[in-house]
């Protein structure tokens, strides 16, 4: 069965400070792994999809890395409004249909 | 503005009953998927519909239902409900069935009392 684990549960910065999230995932093939942003009561927001080992992605303050086994999403110096829950989620080969299986993500709070 | 539209926002209803909940995809976008958001299950896929059609089925019970029309709109039926259906419920569309992410709409938050 996929699987895929998000560490920290949590996570507290303050303004400037930089940190990494991961997103460990066991597949019986990776079709694609995305990250999407969610703030408190709204749908998730697409980053990011990394689609073989070695592909990085960059935007503003936010960089993800793909691995055969994981994927970082760094945060560079955040702000306030970097809080929020980041969410990782992979597709399969093989697999009817577009479905995406996400981890339980992290939520991130940013201080000022 | 994702593009993707539910409705309702909000809904609070009695066990037992049944109601329908709405997505109007983004324009172009043939394909619609459902998910179920709790706080103790994250997000899980419940269906996909492409062009009209059922493409993918995850964890969803045999309570619920689904279906896309003609003008691409779709519609979940959750029936005889249940206390642990209460949830966020979102909608997400993409042009494709396969391939690439896809856009989420701002969700339904079904309250069952």
């Known amino acids: 069965e996929d699987q895929v684990t998000q560490s920290p549960e949590a996570l507290r910065l303050q303004e400037g400070e930089s940190s990494s999230l991961n997103c460990s995932y066991t597949?019986?093939?990776?079709?694609?792994l995305f990250w999407y942003r969610q703030d408190p009561g709204k749908g998730p927001e697409f980053l990011f999809t990394l689609y073989s080992a070695g592909e990085e992605k960059e935007k503003e303050r936010l960089k993800a890395t793909l691995t055969k086994k994981e994927s970082f999403l760094h945060i560079t110096a955040p702000k306030p409004e970097d809080s929020a829950t980041y969410l990782c989620a992979v597709q399969v080969l093989k697999a009817a249909g577009n479905k995406l299986t996400f981890g339980g993500g992290t939520r991130v709070l940013v201080k000022p | 503005d994702s593009g993707v539209t539910q409705t309702p926002k909000h809904l609070i209803t009695a066990t037992g009953q049944r109601v329908t909940l709405r997505c109007s995809p983004r324009s172009g976008d043939l394909s619609v998927y459902w998910y179920q958001q709790s706080l103790d299950q994250g997000l899980q896929f419940l269906i996909q519909?492409?062009?009209?059609?059922?493409?993918a089925k995850g964890n969803i019970l045999e309570r619920f239902s689904a279906q896309q029309f003609p003008d691409l709109h779709s519609e979940l039926n959750l029936s005889s409900l249940e206390l642990g259906d209460s949830a966020l419920y979102f909608c997400a569309s993409s042009p494709f069935g396969q391939g690439e992410g896809y856009t989420f709409g701002s969700g339904t938050r079904l309250t069952v009392v």
């Open positions: 597949v019986s093939g990776l079709r694609g």
């Open positions: 519909y492409y062009n009209g059609e059922e493409r």
